[in-house]
């Protein structure tokens, strides 16, 4: 069983930075991750997804070039830099964990077994 918590959302302005870090419990942390986001009204979509040893690393094309995803096994954080922010990217965003180190369909929610609560991110135009 992992859990996760987001923590870093906010309320920022067009063009801003912003970084989301997620926290996993247990006792190993080689899982592969994701960062989702939902904007009202819209379904989940994917962001970004990271492989256990964090060496395969895959965004979606409209983040690409703007957000970074990372992770630091040894402290059980995966994080979310974002940059150059949109107001199209105001969402819950969602850090998300497989069972296995690596998964095929990284940009498919049902890829992941667990699931934080979602942070809020706001940015205004």
């Known amino acids: 069983q992992v859990q996760l918590v987001e923590s870093g959302g906010g309320l920022v302005q067009a063009g801003d930075s912003l970084r989301l870090s997620c926290t996993a419990s247990g006792r190993d942390f080689g899982n592969a991750m994701g960062w989702f986001r939902q904007a009202p009204g819209k379904e989940r979509e994917i962001v970004a997804a990271?492989?256990?040893?964090?060496?395969?690393?895959n965004y979606s094309d409209s983040v690409k070039g703007r957000f970074t995803i990372s992770r630091d096994n040894a402290k059980k954080m995966v994080y979310l830099q974002m940059n150059s922010l949109k107001p199209e990217d105001t969402a819950v965003y969602y850090c998300?964990?497989?069972?296995?180190?690596?998964?095929?369909?990284?940009?498919?929610?049902?890829?992941?077994?667990?699931w934080g609560q979602g942070s809020q991110v706001t940015v205004s135009s």
């Open positions: 998300a964990a497989s069972r296995f180190g690596f998964v095929g369909t990284w940009d498919t929610a049902g890829s992941y077994d667990y």
């Open positions: 990271i492989s256990g040893g964090g060496r395969a690393v």
